[in-house]
């Protein structure tokens, strides 16, 4: 790992760290000096994460939370807090596995279980973390959002509600802790080929044929990808960028189509 110094000593907790993007994120910010607090719903797969950090040459420390239960959003920063004894930088990945239905057939449960996870999770975390951060003289939240809290499509009225209500949320922190030299912005990825992403549709190999020619760069996009969007917000290069949300979304939003072989595009 080769420590360019962008974030040295800067102290990033991840939620959600153990999936592909958090940890991308995760050793993204570790190889620009940053030490790393990994948290996950599944400790062992944030452990896998922080050790992976550890062998490249960078400082972490693995946590669980459930970002749903506010007792352990606070355990979590507290975590943080004794392994590196401050907290500059807050990156909610976490997010819930939602079902596809209509107001018909989704049940309660499932609809209260999306606002915890993809919304509450993140408004928790900042309630825990922002002291912390004010007390640090500042810092970056970054929130990860989706495309489809810009467009939304059929039958996935609980993750498109609750990422477009995470853009906004992340606007109005923006404006409240400002004075606290705190940032706030978000990211909207398009569709990123992970496992859990293309179980939807099969597997990598089918969502890359399904999903690629609905972005205009006509391929989806890869974890680092994002990874290399957050550590220019948790950055200086980003101190005069707060209150927004950066697409990292290879054109889908712009066009909500579909690319043939030969680069040219259609209206779905």
Same mark, same amino acid.
């Given at each position: ?121 993140? /408004? ?44 906004? /949320? ?99």
């Amino acid at each position: 790992m080769t420590i360019e110094g962008r974030m040295t000593g800067h102290v990033a907790l991840i939620t959600g760290g153990g999936g592909e993007i958090g940890t991308a994120i995760a050793l993204r910010l570790a190889s620009e000096g940053a030490s790393i607090a990994v948290a996950d719903l599944d400790l062992e797969k944030a452990e896998i994460t922080a050790q992976k950090v550890i062998a490249a040459g960078g400082k972490a420390a693995a946590t669980g939370v459930d970002v749903s239960k506010a007792e352990s959003c606070e355990a979590a920063v507290e975590a943080t807090m004794a392994a590196f004894g401050k907290l500059t930088t807050l990156v909610n990945v976490a997010a819930t596995i939602t079902p596809d239905g209509t107001v018909e057939t989704l049940s309660l449960d499932q609809w209260n279980d999306a606002l915890g996870v993809n919304l509450t999770g993140a /408004f928790l975390m900042c309630k825990y973390g922002v002291p912390k951060m004010r007390a640090a003289g500042g810092g970056s939240i970054i929130n990860i959002a989706s495309q489809l809290g810009h467009l939304g499509v059929q039958h996935r009225s609980p993750y498109c509600t609750t990422k477009a209500a995470l853009i906004f /949320f992340t606007r109005i922190l923006a404006m409240d802790h400002a004075a606290d030299n705190i940032r706030a912005n978000s990211i909207s990825p398009g569709f990123i080929l992970t496992e859990r992403s293309s179980k939807r549709v099969g597997g990598k190999d089918k969502a890359r044929v399904i999903n690629g020619p609905r972005h205009l760069l006509n391929r989806p996009g890869e974890p680092e990808e994002i990874a290399a969007g957050a550590a220019y917000l948790a950055s200086s290069d980003a101190s005069f960028v707060t209150g927004t949300d950066l697409l990292i979304d290879g054109g889908y939003v712009t066009f909500k189509g579909r690319m043939d072989a030969a680069g040219k595009t259609s209206m779905l």
